[in-house]
């Protein structure tokens, strides 16, 4: 069974940085392509980034240019000039999701 556990948010001023982390069970990493996603309070869960098997990465128009998506044995966003508009939960999944690997999530907070 898959597990997924993501840390690394917390709060920060607009401009700061922060690197998410994603921890998982089993050969996920290995035999899935991976995305990050994130969801605000009351909107819908977006697609920030994703990456697949052979690396090749593909990232949201509003993150562009500022995140970077990343995987080894864990899977990585390293987000730069952070705007408050990135407030939300964060989560890492296989791109697509699959609905059961769903985990809690990590908050990220920016404020102006």
């Known amino acids: 069974q898959v597990q997924l556990v993501e840390s690394g948010g917390g709060l920060v001023q607009a401009g700061g940085s922060l690197r998410l982390s994603c921890a998982a069970s089993?050969?996920?990493?290995?035999?899935?392509?991976m995305g990050w996603y994130r969801q605000a309070p009351g909107k819908q869960r977006e697609t920030v980034a994703y990456?697949?098997?052979?690396g090749s990465t593909t990232y949201a128009d509003s993150v562009k240019g500022r995140f970077t998506i990343s995987r080894d044995n864990a899977m990585y966003l390293q987000m730069n000039s952070l705007k408050p508009e990135d407030t939300a939960v964060y989560y890492c999944?296989?791109?697509?999701?699959?609905?059961?690997?769903w985990g809690q999530g990590t908050q990220v907070t920016v404020s102006s």
């Open positions: 990456i697949s098997r052979d």
């Open positions: 089993g050969s996920i990493f290995s035999r899935d392509n």
């Open positions: 999944n296989s791109y697509p999701p699959r609905n059961e690997y």
